[in-house]
């Protein structure tokens, strides 16, 4: 079955960097993209980007520009996340999501989630 | 961006009650949407997508109806396990945005 597993919970200081994981099971890891959401305590979704099934091309959301970095290991079937210039703002769950896919397609929903990590940013 | 709306925020409803949660976009995303449903500390789970289309498992009390800017989903016949968080989620663009969530409780 479909496994989206996520790296242990990080607590870090302001101005410092994360580097989350999410270690992918039960499909074809090659063929997919996957995305890294995200959402803060008490609130809602917020999209923070997207890779590609071999790793050379991201989409990230604007407000993150510069400070996030996606990357994947084929031989792991591991997809990273990495945050920079921590604020306390970034204090959230980070969640990796699989986009559903069919017949050569994808679709813009998610039909498979990771656990969640739990990134705590604080002095 | 587009900017995706949730009404009401809270709703309280009893098991048995029929409820509607509306969500409103920005600009029309034709049908491109889904609906999800999250429990405390745990990721959201699909409910629908493309609008009206169930997710396979999702039982059939959940309805989604809609297209352009306005969309509801409909909850026929609550269920115990029917009080969480409900969101909705355009997939028309990038960035992807979300609803900011419907709580559902318990009257």
């Known amino acids: 079955q479909v496994q989206l597993v996520q790296s242990g919970a990080e607590v870090k200081k302001p101005g410092a960097s994360v580097k989350l994981s999410c270690k992918a099971s039960g499909y074809t890891f090659t063929k997919y993209y996957m995305h890294w959401l995200r959402q803060a305590p008490g609130q809602g979704l917020e999209w923070m980007g997207i890779?590609?099934?071999?790793?050379?091309?991201?989409i990230y959301a604007e407000t993150l520009q510069g400070r996030v970095t996606m990357s994947r290991d084929t031989s792991t079937s591991t997809v990273y996340m990495e945050l920079s210039s921590l604020r306390s703002e970034d204090t959230a769950v980070y969640y990796c999501?699989?986009?559903?896919?069919?017949?050569?397609?994808?679709?813009?929903?998610?039909?498979?989630w990771g656990q969640g990590t739990l990134v705590t940013v604080s002095s | 961006d587009i900017q995706m709306t949730q009404s009401p925020s809270t709703l309280s409803a009893s098991v048995g009650d029929r409820v509607t949660i509306t969500c409103r976009a920005s600009?029309?995303?034709?049908?491109?949407l889904a609906w999800y449903q999250q429990k405390p500390g745990k990721a959201p789970n699909l409910l629908m997508f493309?609008?009206?289309t169930l997710q396979s498992g999702v039982p059939s009390r959940f309805s989604g109806s809609g297209s352009g800017t306005e969309f509801t989903l409909t909850i026929s016949s609550l269920q115990p396990g029917d009080f969480a968080t409900y969101y909705c989620?355009?997939?028309?663009?990038?960035?992807?945005?979300f609803g900011q969530g419907t709580k559902l409780e318990i009257k």
């Open positions: 600009q029309s995303i034709s049908s491109w």
């Open positions: 999501a699989r986009p559903y896919f069919n017949d050569g397609v994808f679709y813009g929903w998610f039909d498979f």
């Open positions: 890779i590609n099934p071999s790793g050379d091309s991201t």
């Open positions: 493309d609008a009206s």
């Open positions: 989620q355009q997939y028309k663009s990038y960035p992807y945005t």
